[in-house]
Nanobody, 127 residues
């Protein structure tokens, strides 16, 4: 099992920034890819960004490319999502995800197939 704990959500004005953190524990060696998904009100969970625990490779949804940056600290088993130039349409519950597949696979696979999820953290962007 892998446990994921997110932090860093909150309320921010449009154009502002937030950084989300996801601390992983447990059998983290079983996860190749880590990522962030989000679920806007009334919508399905959607891919945001993903990164491999080792090696290269970061992937982003087109809607956040150039504004969001995913990074990792292997020593701390923590993944971050730096969100800049936030827009009201970024409002959602953000979920950290871990999977035995790579970040590249996480970009295109169904959210229903993800191995592990965090509890989610609310991000609200006001206009």
């Amino acid at each position: 099992q892998v446990q994921l704990v997110e932090s860093g959500g909150g309320l921010v004005q449009a154009g502002g920034s937030l950084t989300l953190s996801c601390a992983a524990s447990g059998r983290t060696f079983s996860s190749a890819g880590m990522g962030w998904f989000r679920q806007p009100p009334g919508n399905e969970r959607e891919f945001v960004a993903a990164i491999n625990w080792s090696g290269g490779g970061t992937y982003y949804a087109d809607s956040v490319k150039g504004r969001f940056t995913i990074s990792r600290d292997n020593a701390k088993n923590t993944v971050y999502l730096q969100m800049n130039s936030l827009k009201p349409e970024d409002t959602a519950v953000y979920y950290c995800a871990a999977d035995h597949r790579t970040a590249q696979a996480m970009r295109i696979m169904s959210a229903r197939a993800i191995d592990y999820w965090g509890q989610g953290t609310q991000v609200t962007v006001s206009s």
